[in-house]
């Protein structure tokens, strides 16, 4: 990790978490120009600043120069060294922009991590604090990321603008990572939710359960949706509402979908009947892509395969998204690893849309800042 | 009814005799349709014999020469059209044994062409020359 490698240089602002989390993990330097330079506003935004920040404190010798204009960066990473640590995430963006990040690096510290993040808990933009809870934690303990401080839990609840929610992450050191073989999805067998509301009447999660429901019971008799109504200093700054959903198949995949409301004071003011509807349609349509993996993991299980021992991992995923298009480019970058790809169509089965086998050999990539006890 | 036959050679003579004789004997045996039928027919057999004799044998010789021709002609035009069919029939079924190799290199490439290749729309033209 601490070897030096010739950096990479990128341009623009796109994808700054990845090269970032990729360049901590690779141990390769990173530099960044044009962020944002032909912008009204140059530079980079208090959410990407902050995320800098949170890596700053994660790592042990990392080196961040920013230009005065905040258009070019350069990032070269020190070693993962994790511990107990506080993070205020900016507010422009969920916990799960965050939180992303974190899930790649945080098997690899040098002492296992735990950290407590402050700032909006679920927003329209990020995967929310619920989802990750509930999709990428049993995706990692698929790699042999497991144990009793492996877990996530919402504090208190933020919506945007103010934010005002907490979290608390912990995570296990691993020294390797066990390969997968994930190319049966199998069947849903159950389906579970999260309805919460923060701020507003707490009968509006009953109406959202009510009508998100009315959709699912259709096809599924095992639906269960929470209701979550915090109150007080639990409650964050900003009132809003919301539902995830999380189908559950019979090999143990999940899939998610989720909907919030419009943040106080943008956009119209959202029925909750139709916001149950819709996330309810848009499981519905994460089903039909289907895999083995969550859309917004597909990512997260490539980097970890990617990581894993000097073996064959393989995975079924869905159509694949353009964050893990780019990203299948950053890991032949970083890594020089290529997948293998093939296109598996399921029209004869009517199981959903066409599906893609990615299969690779990981890089035996193994925890070195882990003390060998 | 025999005599007056071989006189003439002419169709028209001997079907009148008939014709009468037909009547004739109808009147006669009077009831019994079924027995004058029988009797005209044998009459008739008797006759024409006797009819293909002198100048109508030549004629009918002839016309058995022009039929023949015709259906030679007739033949060998159904025998062209045979071998035709034939030979359409006998392509048709085998014409899928024929280039197989090409056929399922053709069926190959439009397999490729019509399946995107997702890892060259990932990693672009650089790993077709690695491969």
Known sequence: ?373 | AALTTSDSGHCTAEEAFASEDASEESSLLSSEEEDSENGGDIREELTKPLQVSSGQKLKSENLIDETSDIEDLLKEEDDYKEENNYSIETSGALKWKEDLSRKAAEAFLRQQQATPNLRKLIYGAVTQDNE
Not at chain 1, 255 to 264: F, G
Request: hydrophobic residues 35%; positive net charge; proline residues 5%.
């Open chain 1, 1 to 373: 990790m601490a070897t030096q490698a010739h950096s990479l240089s990128y341009a623009g602002c796109n994808f700054l978490r990845q090269r970032l989390v990729l360049s901590t993990l690779s141990g390769r330097p990173v530099k960044i120009r044009k962020i944002r330079a032909r912008d009204d506003n140059p530079g980079l935004r208090d959410f990407e600043a902050s995320f800098i920040r949170l890596l700053d404190k994660i790592t042990n010798g990392s080196r961040i120069e920013i230009n005065q204009t905040g258009t070019t960066l350069y990032y070269q990473p020190g070693l993962l060294y994790g511990g107990s640590l506080e993070h205020d995430c900016s507010v422009l963006r969920g916990i799960g922009y965050y939180l992303e990040g974190l899930l790649c690096l945080a098997p690899f510290m040098k002492h296992p991590l735990k950290i407590v993040l402050r700032g909006v808990t679920n927003d329209q933009v990020d995967p929310s604090v619920d989802v990750l809870k509930a999709t990428a934690l049993p995706l990692l303990k698929q790699f042999g990321i497991d144990g009793e401080s492996f877990e996530l839990k919402i504090l208190r609840r933020g919506m945007p603008p103010g934010g005002g929610g907490e979290v608390i992450f912990s995570c296990p050191v691993k020294k390797a990572l066990k390969p997968i073989q994930l190319t049966d999805p199998g069947k849903i067998k159950r389906i579970r939710g999260m309805a919460y509301s923060v701020r507003v009447s707490p009968q509006m999660a009953n109406r959202i359960v009510d009508s998100a429901r009315g959709v699912l019971n259709k096809f599924i008799p095992d639906i269960y949706i929470y209701t979550d109504h915090m109150k007080g200093i639990s409650s964050g700054k900003s009132p809003g509402f919301g539902l995830s959903l999380v189908a559950e198949t019979t090999n143990g995949t999940f899939l998610s979908a989720e909907l919030a409301s419009n943040p106080q004071g943008q956009g119209a003011a959202v029925l909750p009947e139709d916001l149950g509807r819709n996330c309810a349609r848009l499981l519905l349509e994460e089903i039909y892509r289907g895999g083995c993996v969550d859309s917004t993991n597909q990512s997260l299980a490539l980097l970890l395969m990617t990581l894993g021992q000097q073996d064959v991992s393989k995975v079924l995923l869905g159509p694949l998204s353009p964050y893990t298009i780019e990203f299948l480019r950053h890991l032949k970058s970083f890594f020089q690893i290529m997948f293998k790809i093939e296109t598996k169509s399921c029209g004869e089965e009517l199981k959903g849309g066409d599906k893609v086998l990615m299969t690779c050999v990981g890089i035996g990539f193994s925890n070195l800042s882990k003390t060998l006890k």
